[in-house]
């Protein structure tokens, strides 16, 4: 006998990706009751700094959709603070995926736009990525 697996999946489910430094967050957004789980982990276990978890919010109480949708997020790479502007960035991805009114106040706040810095990486030659080595005249 085969289980019917369609009770256990929501009926529309919203991908998206969110980038920030080296982290990568894979976020499926659906309908339910404003539940964050992160890695298996509910939000305030994986995010135990009360501003992280506040970041990861910001998408939904600009749009004020945080008791409409349950969110799930997978996450690898970079640091937690890294990780957390991830996870925005890929709410805020799916809920213009959602409904495309949501892009304007989106944008305005600055959660679409990818943040690209990164790193820079160390030079050959050099100490760093930009410190040098002491200079001996004599």
Known sequence: MKKNKSKDKPKDVYWATGRRKTAVARVRIFSGSGKININ????????????LQRIIKQPLEVTSLTEK?????????GGKSGQAGAVRHGIARGLVKIDSTMRQPLREAGFIT???????????????????????KR
Request: proline fraction near 2%; charge should be positive.
């Open 40 to 51: 298996g982990e509910s939000s305030e276990k994986y995010f135990p700094r009360e501003t």
């Open 69 to 77: 949708y349950d969110i799930m997020a997978n996450v690898e790479g």
């Open 114 to 136: 990818r943040d690209s810095r990164m790193k820079e990486r160390k030079k050959y030659g050099q100490k760093g990525a930009r410190k040098k080595f002491q200079y001996s």
